[in-house]
């Protein structure tokens, strides 16, 4: 039972990236890469965690109480945003590419392209 | 399926099986759940308390010990959603004609009650963000998403007028500036660049923490902004385009 939590992150990656080489959708590559960095989260989370532990917030809690790391947490935080930032990107480059070419299937991009 | 994609999946999964060991080895190495002992985390949750007076030791992460990184997340936030309204700009308006009015008087009803319920709670993330769980990243998402909530549940074309990129620009900048001005105050103030240089305040309440409070503000109002530019932009590429009367 140790390593389930990092078992959990290192699936979800690997399904993740199974979608993304076998997508045949724009948008659901970009959902797939999503679920990638899901991934991480898990793993951050994870990795900070101690036995019994809470929150790492003091409030009516007394200074010195196990509690878990607070520095994955916030790194976590920061992974959060830079995902929906690029979320955001991506899903504005599909729309541009089906203007351009209408369709968002990379393999009849290629086609196009090629 | 095509023989290409058959050949595809062939092809990926030993790799995948491959890359899966590799990165299983790797996480065994790990050290067990549970029993991480890293330095750096317990050194904050001990010090943030009696040094910043910070009852949050994420939030004294994000906006004090580790806060130039921060202000470089907020400027990717800001660049990305500037890469995306150029990328969504100028579009033509030819063929859609996708309506977004709402008929159920129902949806509308519970629509409505959620909204502010949600907002309320954005804010309440946001203003005790560095007391109770919470901050302004979080906040500022719950607030957009309680906009969205507006544009959903009440349709989007009353709002268009007023909520355009436009008018949603000026805050994104509002809040990257202020993260910068208080910044600025500190060198100003004689610190370095940053440096928490406000008294801490009185620990467990709203003013406490010494800076992060304008941080945090300042970060709620970038993160509201800018996820409500990408879904003005999107919203606009998607739906029927305002009439020439509309548009006033």
């Not at chain 2, 910043?52 to 030791?57: E, K, L, Q």
């Not at chain 2, 544009?151 to 805050?171: I, K, M, S, V």
Request: proline letters at 4%; aromatic letters at 10%.
């Amino acid at each position: 039972m140790n390593f389930l939590a990092y078992g959990v992150a290192g699936w979800i990656c690997l399904v993740g990236l199974y979608g993304v080489i076998t997508s045949r959708n724009l948008i659901h590559l970009a959902l797939c890469l999503s679920v990638m960095q899901s991934s991480t989260y898990i793993l951050l989370l994870s990795i900070g965690y101690r036995h019994g532990g809470g929150a790492p917030i003091f409030k009516g809690v007394k200074l010195g109480t196990r509690s878990v790391d607070p520095i994955v947490q916030s790194l976590t935080l920061t992974d959060v945003v830079v995902s929906v930032t690029v979320m955001g990107l991506i899903l504005a480059l599909a729309l541009d590419v089906h203007k351009e070419a209408g369709s968002i299937d990379p393999d009849k991009l290629a086609e196009l392209s090629g | 399926m095509s023989d290409r994609h058959v050949v595809r999946g062939m092809i990926a999964l030993p790799v995948l099986a491959g890359l899966g060991v590799l990165l299983f080895w790797g996480l065994s190495g790990l050290p067990p759940f549970g029993n991480y002992h890293g330095q750096y985390g317990h050194l904050i949750n001990t010090i943030a308390l009696p040094q910043r007076h910070t009852t949050n030791a994420v939030t004294a992460v994000v906006f004090d010990y580790r806060g130039f990184d921060t202000l470089g997340e907020e400027f990717i936030l800001f660049a990305a959603v500037i890469g995306v309204v150029m990328l969504l700009r100028e579009e033509s308006s030819e063929g859609r004609s996708r309506p977004d009015e709402v008929t159920s008087d129902q949806l509308r009803l519970i629509g409505a009650l959620a909204v502010g319920a949600i907002f309320v709670v954005g804010l309440w993330l946001i203003a005790f963000g560095f007391v109770t769980p919470g901050g302004g990243f979080q906040g500022g998402v719950v607030i957009a998403g309680a906009v969205l909530l507006v544009y959903l549940t009440q349709g989007h074309r009353p709002w268009r007028r007023f909520a355009t990129e436009h008018a949603l620009d000026p805050f994104e900048g509002l809040g990257v500036g202020t993260y910068v001005a208080v910044g600025l105050g500190a060198a100003i103030a004689g610190a370095p660049f940053l440096h928490n240089f406000l008294g801490p305040g009185k620990a467990g309440t709203l003013v406490s923490g010494g800076s992060m409070p304008f941080l945090n503000w300042g970060t709620a109002i970038e993160v509201a902004a800018a996820n409500l530019v990408l879904y003005t932009e999107f919203l606009q590429h998607y739906l029927e385009p305002l009439g020439p009367k509309e548009r006033g």
